[in-house]
């Protein structure tokens, strides 16, 4: 491995851990989000009682006083529970939950005199199985968790988020194949680049603009995948006990960090596969043109990446934005009505969109 | 058996596809969010008649109360501080819960009959009746101090002596009204 090698390979790894440290402060930031944000929707303050030194910040002393609270309450774990499982459980969550980010990607190659630093944790060619497999592998999480409990409120927590989780993910994979039917391609990023691309010359050639049936499927079963109102028949914390039931302290904690994890994931997901990446509309690699191609202002190599970097920041925050908004507007289903909109709205709703989108995709040939 | 028939709302075609109804909704729970969000930055930077929530911090910021809401008590005074009160005992006798204890004595101006030697409320016994303040035929007693966080960790804490109530002020109580004057 020569010099140049080793040196692109720490600034990917810097790169990524920056990326990962950033997903994480968000995923705790999103635990005042909720508090904050719900308490503004409803005319209500929030949290806001938490004070170090005099000073309020508007509430954020909560996220350490809740990490302090979750990491000295009693680690309680049930007499008759499968001691190893039990414990492996919340950490299976929260792994299958980050490894997912390794494979989105960021920003664009950052190029730094002869050093050339991707942007993303891995670029495998199927990046997008990958990341839905990944997906898939937190259901685990979720059945030892709710099995190794011993407890029948958790056992059936657990067996309705399975088949919960289960149904949406076929929806989930039925409603991308119409973006890999157009883009061609399974590779995230290359994915990311197709989306600079133009149609009829004015319009970005966003995922949401060319399969906007597909966006919308995917963002219901997305929510549904976090576990989240209006699909939060696993958890429901109040009434219907869930799959955590037996848990307490920092393993819960862990389980609800990892829904604020899927809860990012998903809003990196509808950004990267829908809202063009880290594109923006106008800005190339030597700085923004016009429509038309003439260049407009010139920017360097280096600001034209921080720029993109900071685009898929906002993308990520808008939707965590739109997430949290439809986790407080929106009733939960009943059971019954969640599984006929899986099986039989939102699944041959995407089958419907595949059909549609071949018929187009060989008509344009 | 009676059977109940439930009329169930018919849904039309634009709410069995949920998306509009959706956006509807999260139109109403946005609108509120934004504009919420500016007046507390409104609030915030010096425009106090803008608030963004309904909520009163409550120990710092008391919700305005009505003035005929019957708060604790407190003994008026004359114009050289003297208490009004003449003892005449109407406000312990009509008492329902036999709270009130008076002392009297004679009053060194030969114009007024009496004077309480002491006064003591019992806020642990009173069912805040109002009927002392109806009794009082000097104007002595009112309940009109807009305090309600009436607390102690005793119950001789919660007596309160004659200079607690003529002087709420020098205990660290805030009373909004003037003391002198009654009227």
């Known amino acids: 491995m020569n010099n140049i090698q080793l040196i692109t390979t720490i600034g990917q790894i810097t790169a990524v851990f920056m990326f990962f440290m950033g997903v994480l402060s968000l995923a705790g930031l999103l635990t005042w989000v909720e508090r904050k944000q719900s308490a503004v929707m409803q005319d209500r303050i929030g949290a806001n009682r938490a004070k170090v030194l005099g000073l309020r910040l508007f509430g954020l002393f909560h996220i350490i006083a809740d990490a302090l609270k979750m990491l000295s309450k009693e680690n309680f774990i049930p007499k008759s529970a499968d001691k190893f499982l039990y414990q492996l459980a919340p950490v299976v969550s929260v792994f299958f939950a980050l490894i997912t980010f390794a494979a ?28 839905f497999s990944m997906l898939s592998m937190g259901v685990y999480g979720v059945i030892l968790g709710g099995f190794s409990s011993q407890s029948n409120y958790s056992f059936l927590g657990g067996l309705r988020a399975s088949s919960q989780l289960l149904s949406y993910e076929i929806a989930i994979g039925a409603s991308i194949v119409g973006l890999v039917m157009v883009y061609g391609t399974l590779n995230l990023n290359e994915m990311v680049y197709a989306q600079g691309e133009y149609l009829w010359g004015w319009l970005p050639k966003w995922g949401f603009v060319v399969q906007p049936a597909a966006f919308f499927i995917f963002m219901t079963a997305a929510i549904a995948e976090t576990k989240r109102i209006p699909f939060d028949l696993p958890e429901g914390e109040s009434e219907i006990v869930g799959y955590f039931l037996e848990y307490s302290g920092m393993r819960f904690g862990l389980f609800f960090l990892t829904d604020f994890l899927e809860t990012i994931l998903v809003a990196c997901l509808a950004a990267t596969l829908f809202f063009g990446g880290w594109q923006v ?28 970097v900071l685009a898929f920041g906002a993308k990520v925050l808008f939707f965590c934005w739109f997430l949290m908004t439809v986790r407080w507007t929106l009733p939960r289903f009943r059971y019954d009505q969640l599984m006929r909109l899986g099986w039989q709205m939102l699944f041959p709703l995407s089958i419907l969109n595949i059909l549609l989108t071949g018929i187009v995709i060989l008509m344009l040939r | 058996m009676a059977t109940i028939k439930v009329r169930k709302h018919k849904l039309n075609f634009l709410e069995k ?167």
């Open chain 1, 104 to 131: 989105i990607p960021f920003g664009d190659t950052l190029v730094i005199g002869q050093y050339h630093i991707p942007l993303q944790g891995i670029d495998i060619n199927v990046g997008l199985l990958f990341i």
């Open chain 1, 281 to 308: 509309p106008g800005l190339f690699d030597d700085g923004f043109r016009a429509l038309d191609g003439t260049p407009v202002w010139a920017l360097p190599s280096v600001a034209v990446t921080g720029l993109r």
């Open chain 2, 17 to 183: 596809i949920y998306l509009p109804e959706i956006f509807r909704g999260m139109w109403i729970t946005s609108f509120h969010f934004f504009r919420n969000l500016a007046f507390h930055f409104l609030h915030a930077i010096g425009f106090k008649q803008f608030r963004g929530a309904v909520t009163f911090q409550y120990p710092e910021e008391q919700r305005p109360l009505a003035l005929r809401a019957r708060t604790r008590h407190r003994l008026t005074q004359r114009e050289d501080g003297s208490p009004r009160c003449v003892a005449c005992m109407m406000c312990e006798t009509v008492c329902p819960a036999r709270c009130i204890y008076i002392v009297a004595t004679e009053h060194p101006d030969p114009n007024i009959e009496k004077t309480p030697a002491s006064f003591d409320i019992d806020l642990g016994k009173c069912v805040y009746c109002g009927f002392c303040v109806e009794a009082c035929p000097e104007d002595a007693i009112r309940m009109d101090t807009q305090i309600l966080d009436i607390a102690s960790y005793s119950r001789e804490g919660m007596f309160y002596n004659m200079d607690e109530l003529l002087h709420p002020e020098r205990h660290g109580d805030k009373i909004l009204i003037d003391p002198k004057l009654p009227k």
